[in-house]
């Protein structure tokens, strides 16, 4: 026995030390029962009953009178002690949380056992319960009657105490601890993004209906909890005996909000033209039931959430002016352009600056010179070819009638438009400027539209943290009564996240029709926990766990929709080796190499966030729980297969 017991402690010790206990989400009772006398009775029958199922747990005190029920679903009970000669003891809502333990200890009064005495636990649970980490528990009732605009579950932790921020923010603090080492499980198993450490967060969205208990811990201290010295622990929710289901529809849109005071302020062509600020409309509907297969043995859960994301968001890329799309550009002798926002200033300085344009994009003769004299204006509008000397001054708008000096080129090897004709095709396809209140006003302006998609085109949502996008997702959980040692509980959820179109970096993507990409993330979970009660002092619990994230990444010039390709592809040319090169113009019309195609990735124009990944976790674990006299042990290890790809 001696050797058995140092082996027992040299295992919990290293476990300790290895944060390889599993964590199985199950609850466990223990205690002891006693006559009047204080003596310690055994053969005593314990029997836990879950008021919700119906499924009921028994077990009988040993010699020295102790009992331990080490494996329960979290949910209210009713716990019960008979032995012939005793009056029945019965302790009513016993509220059972997520890996904690409860004591509760009977003392029998002799009499007929069909004689009971029944006490309500909720004034003695706070003293019952039994666990050395600091936190708190929001049960399942809390959970969906607390007002969440995001339906995020996790957004609660912010509300808790000893958390200072919100998910998926490394800066968040857990009772001072960085949230890059909080570990985020869902019934055991992490299941956090994996790839980035964003602090807490799901790769799937947690919808507070699918939710059994919600606990935040600041401090554990148990050698089952590991990995790191905060967690937020998540439940998923049972079916019961009972059918019940909910429906809910939220809807969010920015319609009903006022318009701010910088875009009712703004004027275009001389006409007074509010500007529409980025429009959002969602709806987010979840549907679920849950109930009996078979009564007492067998119940589901089953979820469905869906969001629809309708998104109008204002572009205002800076853009040539038609005078500069020819290759001509102007400005007030002795004055920097301003826009149509600019402010005369730095009068007497080489840096004088005055608004060159009107509402219209007109050119706007300054109204005194530049010396600061504050004498009016005497100079003129100036007109400079980027090909040549010219031979006689503009007066079309675009300036599509000036002149250009033959054979006198300011650079030889630019004598007139590109030849290879990608300059061309980038002006046709630039937009034309609409608004003078950007760039310079003479040569650069502004192209003001609203860009539509279905999400707010953010690579937030492809990083697995922001769900601001149209989404779907199922749930369905099953328990069930194998017999009478043996219980099973699988729980699954898939989600498809697409987000269509998103802007990439560069100066083209907010163009009309710009260089313009597509995401889609389909994050999955999967846990199944199995329950054995091999003796009446030995349980052991085994559970599996899969969670994996597949991003998608296509490049402007690789997306689904054959006609988005046209463009990208046309403002490609071949590099070395025949590999594209990938160009983008800069904000004066001059071509700059944006980036090369690889065989291994591409490149988004002036930079690229990363281009997709496969990220799973698969872990196995075993937990066994053995009870001696009045001491329990409990020993386990836990398997985590991690990588990515991408």
Not at 371 to 394: D, E, K
Not at 599 to 622: K, M
């Amino acid at each position: 026995m001696k050797r058995l017991l140092a082996a027992a402690a040299l295992l919990f010790g290293f476990a300790a030390l290895n944060n390889m206990f599993a964590q199985t989400g199950n609850s466990s009772v223990a205690g002891f029962v006693q006559d009047p006398s204080g003596a310690y009775i055994p053969g005593v029958t314990i029997t836990a009953t879950n008021t919700q199922t119906g499924v009921v747990t028994t077990a009988i005190t040993n010699e020295s009178g102790a009992y331990n029920i080490p494996s329960l679903l979290p949910g209210i009970y009713k716990l019960s002690s008979e032995l012939p000669g005793f009056k029945s003891r019965v302790f009513n809502d016993v509220q059972l949380g997520a890996n904690t333990t409860a004591r509760y200890n009977f003392t029998l009064e002799v009499g007929a056992v069909s004689e009971a005495i029944e006490v309500t636990a909720e004034r003695t649970a706070l003293i019952a319960e039994s666990s050395p980490t600091i936190g708190q528990v929001l049960p399942e009732q809390q959970v969906r009657d607390l007002p969440l605009v995001s339906n995020n579950v996790l957004d609660l932790m912010k509300t808790m105490p000893g958390v200072r921020g919100g998910i998926y923010s490394s800066a968040t603090t857990f009772a001072g601890i960085s949230a890059s080492a909080v570990n985020t499980t869902r019934d055991g198993l992490s299941v956090q993004e994996g790839r980035y450490a964003y602090g807490v967060g799901s790769t799937t969205l947690i919808n507070p209906d699918m939710v059994g208990e919600f606990r935040v811990i600041l401090a554990p201290v148990d050698a089952e909890t590991g990995r790191g010295n905060g967690q937020v622990q998540i439940i998923t929710r049972s079916g019961t005996n009972q059918f019940r289901g909910s429906a809910v529809w939220n809807v969010r849109n920015s319609a009903l909000d006022a318009n701010t005071w910088v875009n009712n302020k703004q004027i275009i062509r001389g006409v007074w033209t509010p500007s529409q600020p980025n429009w959002q409309n969602e709806h987010e509907y979840s549907i679920n039931v849950g109930g009996p297969i078979k009564k007492n043995k067998t119940f589901f859960f089953f979820l469905w959430d869906q969001q629809i994301e309708r998104d109008r968001t204002q572009m205002r890329p800076v853009v040539l002016t038609d005078c500069a799309r020819n290759g001509i550009f102007r400005y007030w002798e002795g004055f920097q352009n301003g826009n149509l926002n600019a402010i005369t200033s730095s009068l007497g300085t080489a840096n004088a600056t005055t608004q060159s344009v009107d509402s219209f994009g007109n050119p706007l003769r300054p109204a005194i010179n530049p010396n600061g004299t504050g004498t009016p204006y005497t100079g003129q509008l100036r007109y400079f070819s980027v090909f040549g000397p010219l031979l006689n001054t503009p007066t079309r708008p675009d300036c599509s009638d000036g002149l250009v000096q033959q054979g006198s080129p300011w650079d030889p090897l630019r004598p007139g438009l590109d030849p290879v004709g990608i300059s061309q095709r980038y002006l046709a396809y630039m937009p034309h400027a609409n608004i003078f209140d950007g760039g310079d006003g003479l040569n650069t302006a502004i192209h003001q539209w609203q860009f539509a998609g279905h999400g707010t085109g953010d690579l937030n949502t492809a990083y697995g943290i922001s769900f601001v996008a149209d989404h779907h997702q199922e749930n369905l959980k099953i328990d069930h009564i194998l017999n009478a040692r043996h219980k099973i509980a699988v729980n699954g959820s898939y989600q498809v996240v697409p987000n269509d179109y998103i802007p990439v970096s560069g100066p083209t993507v907010q163009w009309p029709g710009g260089y313009l990409s597509k995401t889609l993330r389909k994050p999955r979970v999967l846990t199944v926990n199995l329950t054995s009660t091999l003796t009446s002092s030995l349980l052991n619990e085994a559970r599996y766990g899969y969670r994996a994230n597949w991003h998608y990444v296509w490049a402007p010039w690789e997306v689904p929709d054959v006609t988005a390709r046209e463009v990208p592809l046309s403002l490609m040319r071949n590099g070395q080796g025949g590999i594209p090169i990938v160009y983008t113009p800069a904000t004066i019309g001059s071509t700059a190499q944006g980036g090369t195609l690889t065989t291994v990735s591409f490149s988004c124009a002036t930079g690229c966030a990363q281009q997709g990944n496969y990220t799973p976790l698969f872990e196995y674990a075993d937990t066994l729980s053995w009870t001696k006299g009045r001491h329990a042990f409990k020993g386990g290890a836990d398997i985590r297969i991690a990588y990515t790809k991408g």
